[in-house]
C-alpha cells in the first residue's frame, strides 16, 4: 500500500459530515480527503435501521474501492445503524464512528441537565440507548428529537429564517433549562448561531466533530499512516449537478467558530 496516495475517505448521509471534515482538516491539515455525501438519499434519521445501513454500506464500498486507509462515518444515523457490520467487513481498516459528545458534556456538568438534540432513528437505536444509560446516573439527559432540520442545511439553510422558526418550536420549552446541549447530528453544527441565539448563553453547545479528529489521528499514527506534505480535499455527491458541490465547497472552506 503507497502511504502517499492513500486518503482519509470521510462519508456522511448528505452535507453534514462536512462539519467533521473541517476538524479532521485543521487538525491534519497534510492529509488526503475523501469525501462522499450522499444528499440524493438524505436524510438517513428519517429512514428505517435497515435502509440507512443499507445505504452507508454501499456508499462505504463506493469508497472503498479507491486508495483508502481510513473510512470516517461522520454521521450519528449511519453510525448507529452500520458501524459494526462495517468493521466485522472490513477488520484491517481504521473505520472511525461518531458518538454523541455526552461524555464530555456529563463531566462539565455533573448532576446538571443535557439535551441531546438528535435525528429520530439516532435517538431510538440501541447503540444510543447504551451510551445514555452510561451518563444518566450522573446528569439528567433529555432527547431531542429535531426532524427537519437536516433538510434545512442540505438547502443551505442552516441559519435562514426557516430554520429560526423550526429551532424555536423544537427548543423554546427547554430555553433556560439546559446547562448543555448535544448536537447528536453532524448537521447540526452548522445551525449553531441559531441554535445559540434562541438558547442564550447559559446553554453551553457540545458535537462530535473534535473528539471524533482527535480519534482518526490518533489510530493513524499508532498505524504510522499519518503523512506529510501538502493537503488535499476532494468533494463527491450522490446528488448530479454542480449546485451541492458548490454548498459543500462553501460548508468545507467556511471558519470552525
Known amino acids: 500500500m503507497n502511504q502517499i496516495q492513500d486518503y482519509i475517505a470521510v462519508f456522511d448521509s448528505g452535507l453534514g459530515g462536512i462539519s467533521v471534515l473541517r476538524h479532521l482538516r485543521a487538525r491534519m491539515p497534510q492529509e488526503r480527503y475523501l469525501y462522499f455525501g450522499d444528499s440524493a438519499n438524505a436524510p438517513y434519521g428519517a429512514k428505517s435501521t435497515e435502509e440507512a445501513q443499507a445505504l452507508t454500506l454501499a456508499a462505504a464500498e463506493r469508497l472503498l474501492r479507491r486508495d483508502v486507509k481510513a473510512l470516517v462515518v461522520a454521521c450519528n444515523t449511519a453510525t448507529a445503524a452500520a458501524i459494526q457490520p462495517l468493521r466485522q467487513a472490513h477488520p484491517d481498516l481504521i473505520i472511525i464512528g461518531m458518538e454523541p459528545a455526552l461524555k464530555p458534556a456529563a463531566e462539565h456538568f455533573p448532576q446538571g441537565c443535557v439535551g441531546v438534540m ?3 432513528l439516532t435517538l431510538r437505536e440501541e447503540k444510543f440507548i447504551r451510551l445514555l444509560h452510561r451518563f444518566d446516573e450522573s446528569c ?6 429535531a426532524p427537519g432540520l437536516v433538510e434545512l442545511v442540505e438547502q443551505g439553510k442552516a441559519n435562514s429564517p426557516q ?9 423554546s420549552p427547554y430555553c433556560g433549562k439546559l446547562d448543555a446541549l448535544v448536537l447528536g447530528c453532524t448537521h447540526y453544527p452548522f445551525a449553531k448561531p441559531t441554535i445559540a441565539k434562541i438558547l442564550g448563553n ?5 458535537d462530535g466533530g473534535p473528539g471524533t479528529a482527535r480519534e482518526t489521528q490518533r ?10 506534505g501538502t493537503g488535499e480535499l476532494i468533494l463527491e455527491n450522490s446528488l448530479p449537478g454542480e449546485e451541492i458541490l458548490a454548498l459543500a465547497r462553501h460548508l468545507a472552506e467556511t471558519e470552525l467558530p
Open 118 to 120: 438528535a435525528t429520530p
Open 140 to 145: 439528567r439527559i433529555v432527547p431531542i428529537p
Open 163 to 171: 430554520s429560526l422558526a423550526l429551532l424555536e418550536s423544537i427548543l
Open 202 to 206: 447559559r446553554t453551553q453547545l457540545l
Open 219 to 228: 489510530r493513524l499514527a499508532a498505524a504510522g499512516l499519518l503523512r506529510s
